[in-house]
C-alpha cells in the first residue's frame, strides 16, 4: 500500500491531504491555484508532496479531487451550445418555468441567462399519457429535420426531454438512437436516463444543465487523465458528487451536473467524520475560503441531502448535500457604494492579484487585509513562514478605497469590513438552521477552510452558538473529505399510489428495479459485493399537497410495519417543517429512490489519550489585536498550532497559528485540545486561566 492523496480546487489555494498506510501518517498542502487550468496547479501540487516525501508516482494508490469545473462553466456561461427536443407544444418549456419566482411582483427583475441557444427549442410529433401509454406515435422523420437544423446551426449538445418518459422512455431511447446515427458527434442527454421523475420543469432544466455542461467535462476529463498519466501516476482518479459521494472520472462525463457543489460537499463528509469521533452529532459547518463561505447542517452524524435545489437561477433535480453558497472569504473585496455604504463581496479578489497585502498588484482592500490590519493575521508571513505579506500596502487600499471615501478612521474600516463580512455569514447560518425550524443555540459551529477559524468565534457569540470546533486541519478539510467519501449513486422513480398496504407488492418491485440498477453501477466502480449496502426513502405527501417530504425507510423491505413507521415519520416530519399534522388526512406515495453505497478504503485516524495535566503551551509572539465589539486593541499571546497536545487548555484572547489557517480565540472563549487534535472552543464569562 502507498499513498492516498486527496486534491480540492478552490479559486485562491489548491489543498492536498495526503495518507501514507504503512505509517498512518497524515499530511496537508496548499499550493497556489491555477484558474486557467486547474489541472496545472494538482500536477504541480502532486509533484511536490511526492518530492517532500522522497516517493514516486508509483506510490500513489489513489487520488481523488473536487472538481470546480462544473461550477465555473456554469457561473462564466461557458457551457457547450445546446439544443432541445421536446413534445410538440412544449418547446417553450425552459422561457416559462413555473409560477413560483423570486421576483413575482417586479416587473425588471432579472431572468437567469438562457442556455439553449436561439431558436434551437423544438417539439416533434409525439406523445405519451399520464399513464405511460403511447397516444401520438413518434414521428421519426420529424426528429431527423430537427437533428440536421441542430448540426447545421453549430448546436454541440442536445438535450431530450418529452412529455411523460419517466414513466415510459420508449420515444425518448428512439431519439437519442436517431441524434447518434444523424449527428454521432453531438454531446447527448435524455431525461428518462438522468432524472426519471415528474415534474417537467424541473426534469427539463436539469437535463438542459446536464448537457450545457458535458462537452466541458469530458474536455477536462481528458486534460486531467493526460496529466495525471504523464506524470507516471497509474491509477484511474476519482471525483466528489455533489452528495457527498466519489466516482471514478470516466462516469462524469455521463452525467457532470452531480459534480455542480463537489468541492465542499467533501468538506461536509468530513466534518461529519470528525463529529462522530468527537460524539458530536449537531454541526453547523462553516467553511470559509478565499473567495465564498459554504455553510450546511449535520445533524444525527448525517448530512441534509436535498433533491432539488437552483443552480445559476435553474432547477437541478438531483441528490445534493445541502449547502448554502455565498460570496464571502478572504479575497472578497470592500468598497463604499454610491450611498456611501460598505459593502462586502461577492466581488473577489482570487489568487491573482489577490488581497493588496500579498503585493501581487492588488489595490482593492479585502477581508484577508482588514485581518491583517486588526493583528489577526501575522503582519510579516503566512502559511507557515512560506508566504511574505506586507502590511503597508494593506493600510495603503483600506486608506485609498474606503478612509479616505467615508471619512472612517483606519481601524472603524477594517473592523467595518470583518462585521460586513460576519453579518453576511450569520444569515446563510440562519438559512439553514433557524428557517428550518432548528435551534440553532443546539449546535457546534465547526469552522474550517482557510479563513473559517478567524471567523468564527466571532460569528457564533453573535449568533448565541456557545461551541465551536476546530478540526486539525481546518484549511485543507475539504481535501481530506476526498480521502473518507465512499461511492455513491442515487436512483428515483416517480410512480404515484396511495399509502396503503395494497400497494406493497408494487413498491417493492420497484425498490427491486432501483436495487438492480444500483448493483449494475457498483459493480461498474469495482466494488465487491461484501462492500455494499443499500438505503431506500420514500417521497410522501398529503393528498393535494404539491410538494413532498422524503422519508427514510429500514431495512431493505417495505412491509406493512415499515409504510406504517414511514407513515408516522412523515407526519412528524411535516409538522416540523410547516407546523402541524393532518393524522385523518390520505398520504401519497410519490417517488420511490434507492441510494447504492460502496465502502472505499480509507484512512483510520486513530486518537491519543487526554492528558489532564498537559503543560500549557509557550507563546511563539505577542502582538495587539483588535477584536470585534471591543474599543482598543488587546495584547494578545500567539501560539503555534503543533504546540497543542491532547489535554493542552488555554484562554482568550489567543491567536493559534498553523500552516493551513489563523484561529482567533476571542476573549471569554476557552480552548480544550481532544484525543484526536481538534480544538473545542466554548463561551462562558467564567473560564480556565491561562497559564
Not at 453 to 474: D, F, K, M, N, R
Not at 615 to 626: G, I, Q
Request: contains cysteine; proline residues 5%; hydrophobic residues 40%.
Amino acid at each position: 500500500m502507498g499513498y492516498m492523496i486527496g486534491v480540492d480546487v478552490g479559486g485562491t489555494f489548491t489543498d492536498f491531504s495526503v495518507f501514507h498506510h504503512e505509517t498512518g501518517k497524515l499530511f496537508h498542502f496548499k499550493h497556489s491555484s491555477t484558474n486557467k487550468d486547474s489541472s496545472i496547479a494538482i500536477v504541480e501540487g502532486i509533484k511536490k508532496v511526492l518530492e517532500m516525501e522522497h516517493a514516486s508516482t508509483d506510490d500513489v494508490t489513489y487520488l481523488a479531487h473536487g472538481t470546480t469545473v462544473s461550477t465555473n462553466a456554469l457561473i462564466e456561461k461557458k457551457g457547450a451550445k445546446v439544443g432541445v427536443i421536446t413534445t410538440d407544444g412544449f418547446r417553450d418549456i425552459m422561457e416559462i418555468g413555473i409560477q413560483k419566482r423570486p421576483f413575482m411582483y417586479d416587473t425588471l427583475g432579472t431572468k437567469p441567462e438562457p442556455l439553449i441557444l436561439p431558436g434551437m427549442s423544438r417539439g416533434v410529433p409525439e406523445r405519451i399519457a399520464y399513464d405511460g401509454h403511447i397516444v401520438q406515435e413518434l414521428d421519426e422523420s420529424a426528429v431527423r429535420d430537427v437533428v440536421r437544423l441542430f448540426r447545421d446551426n453549430g448546436v454541440e449538445s442536445i438535450a431530450v426531454s418529452t412529455l411523460f418518459s419517466f414513466l415510459n422512455p420508449i420515444h425518448e431511447k428512439r431519439i437519442k438512437e436517431i441524434i447518434k446515427e444523424e449527428y454521432p458527434e453531438a454531446y447527448i442527454t435524455i431525461s428518462s436516463e438522468l432524472v426519471p421523475e415528474f415534474r417537467e420543469y424541473p426534469r427539463m432544466s436539469t437535463t438542459v444543465l446536464n448537457a450545457y455542461l458535458g462537452p466541458v467535462m469530458e474536455k477536462y476529463v481528458h486534460n486531467f487523465e493526460t496529466s495525471v498519466k504523464n506524470i507516471g501516476i497509474k491509477v484511474e482518479p476519482y471525483v466528489t458528487q455533489s452528495n457527498g459521494s466519489i466516482i471514478s472520472i470516466k462516469e462524469t462525463t455521463e452525467s457532470p451536473i452531480k459534480t455542480a457543489v463537489s468541492g465542499p460537499s467533501a468538506g461536509v463528509i468530513a466534518a461529519a467524520n470528525i463529529g462522530r469521533q468527537c460524539g458530536c452529532d449537531k454541526i453547523i459547518t462553516f467553511d470559509m475560503g478565499g473567495t465564498s463561505a459554504d455553510i450546511s447542517l449535520i445533524e444525527n452524524y448525517q448530512a441534509q441531502i436535498s433533491n432539488e435545489r437552483l443552480v445559476e437561477g435553474y432547477p437541478a433535480r438531483i441528490p445534493m448535500i445541502n449547502i448554502i453558497t455565498i460570496g464571502a472569504g478572504g479575497g472578497s473585496i470592500a468598497q463604499i457604494d454610491a450611498g456611501g455604504i460598505m459593502k462586502v463581496g461577492p466581488e473577489s479578489a482570487g489568487a491573482e492579484p489577490g488581497p493588496a497585502c500579498y503585493g501581487r498588484g492588488g489595490t482593492r482592500p479585502t477581508v484577508t487585509d482588514a485581518n491583517i490590519l486588526l493583528g489577526k493575521l501575522n503582519q510579516k508571513k503566512i502559511l507557515g513562514g512560506r508566504m511574505d505579506v506586507y502590511l503597508d500596502l494593506a493600510k495603503q487600499a483600506v486608506q485609498s478605497e474606503l478612509c479616505d471615501k467615508s471619512g472612517l478612521s483606519m481601524e472603524a474600516a477594517a473592523n467595518g469590513i470583518i462585521s460586513v463580512v460576519n453579518s453576511n455569514m450569520m444569515r446563510a447560518i440562519r438559512v439553514v438552521s433557524v428557517e428550518k425550524g432548528y435551534d440553532v443555540r443546539e449546535f457546534s459551529l465547526m469552522a474550517f477552510g482557510g479563513a473559517g477559524p478567524l471567523h468564527a468565534c466571532e460569528v457564533a457569540q453573535e449568533l448565541g452558538i456557545q461551541s465551536v470546533l476546530i478540526p486539525p486541519s481546518p484549511g485543507t478539510l475539504c481535501s481530506l473529505g476526498l480521502l473518507m467519501a465512499d461511492t455513491r449513486f442515487d436512483f428515483c422513480r416517480t410512480s404515484i399510489m396511495d399509502a396503503t398496504e395494497a400497494v406493497l407488492p408494487q413498491a417493492q418491485q420497484i425498490f427491486e428495479d432501483l436495487m438492480t440498477e444500483g448493483g449494475k453501477m457498483l459493480t461498474k466502480e469495482g466494488i465487491s459485493e461484501d462492500l455494499r449496502a443499500f438505503e431506500l426513502s420514500l417521497d410522501m405527501r398529503y393528498d393535494r399537497q404539491n410538494y413532498e417530504i422524503t422519508v427514510p425507510l429500514q431495512g431493505l423491505c417495505i412491509t406493512a410495519d415499515v409504510l406504517k413507521k414511514a407513515i408516522e415519520d412523515f407526519h412528524a416530519a411535516h409538522k416540523k417543517a410547516y407546523g402541524y399534522r393532518n393524522d385523518h388526512a390520505p398520504v401519497k406515495l410519490i417517488s420511490f429512490r434507492v441510494s447504492a453505497i460502496g465502502t472505499v478504503e480509507k484512512p483510520q485516524l486513530h486518537g491519543e489519550p487526554v492528558n489532564e495535566h498537559a503543560p500549557a503551551p509557550v507563546p511563539v509572539d505577542s502582538r495587539p489585536v483588535l477584536f470585534a465589539n471591543e474599543t482598543a486593541y488587546m495584547p494578545t499571546n500567539v501560539y503555534q498550532r503543533d504546540s497543542f497536545v491532547p489535554g493542552t487548555k488555554i484562554s482568550g484572547p489567543a491567536i493559534i497559528e498553523q500552516m493551513d489557517t489563523t484561529i482567533v480565540i476571542p476573549p471569554k472563549w476557552h480552548v480544550e485540545t481532544d484525543g484526536f487534535a481538534n480544538l473545542k472552543v466554548t463561551y462562558g464569562e467564567e473560564g480556565k486561566e491561562n497559564a
